[in-house]
């Protein structure tokens, strides 16, 4: 049955039009195997309307695809370019290799169910689905902490700090990955589980399960992989910004004491680094709390029962989560100066203009600062 199809729409309006809306559910399309997993709170709600599966469909497809591909090429460029290989730079291949599988695994089948208006999948997919969407979610959130935490380190410890090595830099991604590999396995010994989203046709964490073993996975698990990531990359652009804006001011005072206008190019004058850097903080933040708030209200509402939550509003939830995914290369990886002149070099025709060799700047993917302008400890 075509999602698009006018067979489907008018099937779907008929049947609303005898029932009135009251004797046909959203579950009525799941396949028996799967109605085990299904609670039974979506009972009360009709189906959707065809086009809203239409709208998620393509829209959860034109997201993979930039994802995949912008992924992709960061991951691409980062490996194949010899000054971008750091260890610094490992957390942002990190990043993009989640972000690239995420949307890999998720997209696809995402696709396939919304074209059938349901679940399809089986029981077992389903299962998988929801891990897979939780642990390169989680993955994502810490890489970006961990990235934080080391732009905190160069800019604001100075030369006092004890520079990322990469074999620091893999046991982190390695730590990472432990971690998160924990957090989304535990649903599949009993402690929650993965169960259909309300439109039927993604999985996710199960938010309405009454009993508190349930309940206690979505707190502690929105504890260590919301507000404490949230909680530590504000804190570090923080104090990176401040960093960053008192060696821009003492660096104004010299120039002044030596009667120059200042000491850097009269391009990088223009913009001062702490304007710069204070964008992509609040970029990265911003961007961050936009992608995870909206589930993390959704669980909440679910486990303490603060509101009614619509079949409608979990595909809107799920479709910001993963749209983190689409945005990470271009805050991580188009930010970086370096890339964008390696994405010049190996792919010309995507760059709009001419990139300057570009060293010092501070606010770049990896904190490209030089020695000699490092914020002091």
Not at 78 to 100: E, G, I, Q, R, Y
Not at 127 to 133: H, K, L, N, R
Not at 279 to 307: Q, S
Request: charged share 10%; aromatic share 14%; proline share 5%.
């Amino acid at each position: 049955m075509s999602v698009m199809g006018d067979p489907s729409f008018a099937a779907w309006v008929a049947a609303s039009a005898r029932s009135g809306g009251g004797n046909i559910t959203v579950v009525d399309k799941v396949p028996p195997d799967m109605l085990s997993m299904v609670d039974a709170y979506w009972y009360q709600f009709p189906p959707l309307n065809p086009l809203w599966h239409a709208i998620l469909g393509f829209m959860i497809g034109c997201l993979g695809f930039v994802s995949i591909v912008g992924n992709g090429m960061v991951i691409y460029i980062f490996c194949s370019t010899k000054s971008l290989k750091t260890p610094s730079n490992l957390l942002v291949v990190n990043l993009a290799f989640s972000d690239f599988f995420m949307m890999l695994s998720m997209s696809p089948p995402m696709v396939i169910n919304c074209y059938n208006e349901t679940w399809v999948l089986g029981p077992l997919f389903c299962e998988i689905y929801g891990m897979f969407g939780s642990l390169f979610g989680c993955i994502s959130i810490w890489t970006m902490t961990m990235i934080a935490l080391d732009r905190y380190n160069v800019i604001v410890k100075g030369l006092s700090a004890k520079p990322l090595t990469k074999k620091g830099a893999m046991l982190q991604i390695l730590l990472v990955w432990a971690f998160s590999i924990g957090w989304t396995i535990a649903p599949f010994f009993g402690w929650n589980r993965y169960v259909p989203e309300g439109n039927m046709t993604a999985c996710g964490t199960d938010y309405l399960t009454k009993d508190w073993v349930s309940r206690s996975y979505i707190l502690v698990y929105s504890v260590f992989v919301y507000f404490l990531p949230l909680l530590t990359i504000v804190y570090s652009y923080w104090f990176i910004v401040g960093a960053v804006a008192a060696h821009e001011k003492s660096m104004r005072e010299q120039a002044k004491k030596m009667n120059v206008a200042s000491l850097r190019s009269s391009e990088a004058a223009q913009t001062s680094a702490e304007c710069k850097l204070a964008k992509i903080a609040l970029m990265t933040i911003t961007l961050w709390f936009f992608a995870w708030t909206p589930y993390l209200i959704t669980n909440y509402a679910g486990i303490f029962e603060m509101g009614k939550i619509s079949p409608l509003a979990t595909i809107w939830c799920s479709l910001f989560a993963k749209a983190n995914a689409v945005y990470n290369p271009i805050v991580y990886g188009i930010s970086h100066p370096k890339y964008r002149q390696a994405l010049q070099k190996k792919f010309p025709s995507l760059v709009c203009a001419a990139e300057a060799d570009d060293t010092t700047s501070a606010a770049s993917g990896a904190t490209n600062v030089t020695a000699d302008e490092k914020p002091a400890a």
